[in-house]
């Protein structure tokens, strides 16, 4: 495929159903899966895409550091993706001015996923949100509906254990809210997360946070009716007429599209709008992991007087005495718990 004037080199805007829309240097190209990679997907989706249920937190015999997880994952091969994912970085072969083939997935950077919401109690099921992003933009509104912080913390827990920057943008506030939102918004500043306060009405924080996805691929992502889109929208003037264009570009109306769609910034970058979601469960998040993903938790690890403390109800947990002395935030903690029990809520 070497000097091959058909093979491009392309990142996946949009797909359902084994058709993706790929944007290339040479335009929009409405693509499938060559056979043989369809094949190797299957065989990794059988392998991989579903797993049993997480161990239960008290019942994990052997540990292993994080240290020595992240060293096997940074040294290891890459694997096949167990399914093509809106962010991927693909090379494929062009069939004619609309359509393409794709020969081959490159490695992933990094990648942000959730258990999907057709997972059972038996088997979890991976939903890939985004791939070869570099932040999350976690939109939350102050009121209408009321914030669920309990909500945000799991996306900030999914956030650390990919090593991703997240922003929490909190909307609407033009709207008279509880003072306890204000709050929260100081606890996670003094955590040492971005919060940005927006309004679509007003204008507030538009042009900061459009001044802080310049250059980045970022996700927005967040509950339902919280304003995500009329945020995009403001943030990127036109972005419905560019939908619009996408489907133009291939010369066939859209096909049905689930999860993500990735979209060229013109200020520079790529932003992912995600559909609004009811209830958020981690993936591939272990309950001994989760503790370092809280960052107020981290001074106190290694502290404990048990090693396989696991900070629910042990004693002499080093945790447990930050929260009774007022260092660790209580409802901070009380989702760590629900995180570590396996609640999805």
């Known amino acids: 495929m070497i000097n091959d004037p058909e093979t491009l080199t392309g990142v996946v805007l949009n797909g359902a159903h084994g058709i993706y829309d790929v944007h290339t240097d040479d335009g929009i190209l409405r693509c499938t899966l060559r056979g043989k990679l369809k094949k190797a997907f299957a065989e990794a989706q059988s392998a991989k895409s579903v797993s049993k249920v997480r161990p239960r937190y008290d019942k994990i015999l052997a540990k292993t550091s994080r240290a020595e997880r992240m ?11 167990v399914r093509l994912s809106v962010g991927d970085y693909v090379k494929l072969r062009r069939l004619d001015a609309n359509n393409g083939l794709i020969e081959e997935i490159l490695p992933r950077q990094s990648v942000i996923s959730r258990k999907d919401a057709s997972s059972t109690s ?10 070869n992003l570099d932040q999350v933009v976690l939109v939350f509104a102050t009121t209408q509906p009321e914030p669920h912080f309990g909500m945000l913390d799991r996306y900030l827990t999914i956030c650390e254990s990919a090593e991703l920057r997240p922003l929490i943008c909190l909307n609407k506030v033009d709207l008279s809210h509880d003072e306890a939102v204000e709050e929260e918004a100081a606890l996670y500043s003094r955590l040492g997360y971005t919060v940005i306060w927006t309004s679509t009405r007003t204008g507030e924080g538009i042009d900061h946070l459009r001044s ?4 980045h691929t970022s996700l927005f992502t967040g509950p339902s009716g919280v304003g995500k889109s009329s945020l995009v929208n403001a943030i990127e003037p036109g972005m419905a007429i560019r939908t ?7 010369g066939k109306g859209r096909h049905t599209t689930t999860g993500s769609q990735l979209y060229p910034l013109s200020g520079g970058g790529w932003l992912a709008d995600s559909a609004g979601i009811r209830a958020l469960a981690t993936w591939n998040v272990l309950p ?20 396989n403390c696991m900070h629910v109800d042990e004693e002499g947990c080093a945790i447990l005495q930050a929260v009774d002395d007022g260092v660790i935030n209580a409802r901070r903690y009380r989702s760590y718990v629900r995180i570590v029990i396996g609640e999805e809520r």
């Open 122 to 131: 038996k088997k979890a099921i991976q939903q890939t949100m985004l791939a």
């Open 288 to 307: 001994e992991e989760v503790a370092h993903c809280f960052v107020e938790f981290r001074p106190y690890l290694g502290e404990c007087l048990y090693s």
């Open 244 to 250: 619009g264009l996408i489907s133009d570009a291939t």
């Open 71 to 81: 060293e096997r994952r940074d040294t290891g091969e890459s694997p096949l993706p």
């Open 212 to 215: 802080l996805l310049k250059e």
